[in-house]
């Protein structure tokens, strides 16, 4: 694993929350990452997969089978709430208000998305700050980029896909173009990386090159 | 002071002289979505900073109206959600059509399109010709474009493909006549309809209805407004009366939500239980 600036094992953790932006071939990675997550584990997750706006529920039950914590779509003025896995319903924009609470938005696509990846985490940026982890995953698209740099410089930690182990590198690498990410690795090594910093015992004991 | 901290201000400032000149109050809209709509306004400005606006919109009418626009959500589409639609023509309007004569209000209709796909709903199950529908928006600019009822050419693939999945029963085609690049829908479709400004914010009741839709709106609103609009919709609705909601919007949480019972949970469509 690529580790390549700030050493949060020496933070000692302090997040409250994942932002994750997943694209074309997200419907193989997000239950091997989710089933990796412990279930004591204390971080809210919020999830922009893009999908077909007509897309059932079918995709929610098939994580919730493949995770150890809850998965739920989430619901305007709903709380963010640690050891809960959110998905952004499909057709709407996801937002994280300041006092940490969704709300949802059908204006325009932004990055030809709605949701969009960029709308989620720049909001999530405001409301969580450097208590925030960004991750761009496997995609064919250019959003997130601009959102990953917004975690980053509110001071959040930024998590890439290592392009090379993605099915659709596209989406990682505009990520890496915009912002200098603090891991790039694959999708067991992000795993590890989410459970470890999102444990009980926040980010103690992580070392990289595991 | 964090940079953050110094546009919260200026954002509450600007939110004041809109209000204060003009009379539309967003001061208790969702707040994320109202900052990204300010940012996205000033980087077609020229990246003009909030503190520079609030001048601008004191002084410059044409630059206060096109903020204000540029502050509202118009994305729409015809038969958006076409379940939705499906559950209209199955559910509702056999009820509806118990009454000799309804009055429909579709508050927040933007540019129109779901005012017409009621529109040929209702015509199509023969109802049309009993109800009047009145359409509010507080934005004049998206009401000009609902009395037109001209969409761009290149919606129509979608409007089509929702029309068919939501149970329509003639070819799409038939509601409009295409020129340039443009879909003109047919007149027919209007002559029960009354476009209206009115504002959930700050407007009152103004008529009983047996039928409110409002979709898509309140997602907009913090709990407050939400309980505001709410309110002016349980106030106009005869006791059997129907609110229908977006599908990501929901009474559970609101002061009126023990006087309905659902008739489409998925939906988001709501009769009314008490007079």
Known sequence: MENLSKDHSVRGGGFQAAVIGVSAGGVAVLPCLLGTLAADFALAMVIVQHLHPIQDDYFIERLGRACRLPVREAEEKERVQAGVIYLAPPNYHLLIEMDRTFSLCVGEKVNFSRPSIDVLFETAAEAFGAGLIGVILTGASRDGAAGLRQVSSKGGLAVVQDPQSAEYPAMPLAALEETRADYVCNIEEIGRLLCDLGSACAGTGYRTGE | ?275
């Open chain 2, 1 to 275: 002071m964090r940079a953050e901290q110094i546009e919260e201000i200026e954002i509450a400032l600007l939110l004041d002289a809109i209000r204060k000149r003009y009379g539309y109050d967003f001061r208790n809209y969702a707040r994320a979505s109202l900052k990204r709509r300010l940012r996205s306004f000033a980087a077609q400005q020229d990246r003009m900073p909030l503190s520079r606006m609030i001048p601008a919109v004191l002084q410059d009418e044409s630059f206060g109206a096109r903020l204000i626009h540029g502050l509202s959500v118009t994305v729409s589409e015809m038969f958006r959600d076409p379940a939705f639609y499906a559950a209209i023509r199955e559910q509702v309007i056999p009820y509806l059509k118990t009454y000799p004569f309804i009055r429909i209000w579709h508050a927040g209709c933007a540019t129109g399109e779901e005012v017409y796909s009621l529109a040929i709903v209702l015509q199509e199950e023969g109802f049309y010709d009993r109800t009047t529908i009145f359409a509010t928006d507080f934005n004049e600019q998206a009401l000009d474009r609902a009395r037109e009822a001209i969409y761009p050419l290149d919606a129509m693939k979608n409007f089509t493909s929702n029309y068919q999945r939501s149970g329509g029963r003639r070819a799409f085609s038939d509601y409009y006549r295409s020129g340039y690049d443009a879909a003109i829908l047919d007149a027919g479709l209007k002559r029960n309809v009354t476009i209206a400004n009115h504002n959930l914010v700050t407007d009152g009741v103004f008529s009983e209805v047996h039928l409110v839709l409002c979709r898509n709106v309140l997602i907009y609103f913090d709990q407050t407004l939400q309980n505001r609009a709410l309110g002016l919709f349980n106030d106009s609705l005869v006791h059997g009366g129907i609110l229908a909601l977006g599908s990501k919007e929901t009474l559970q949480y609101s002061r009126i939500a023990e006087d309905y019972k659902p008739l489409s949970s998925k939906w988001k469509i709501y009769q009314k239980t008490t007079a």
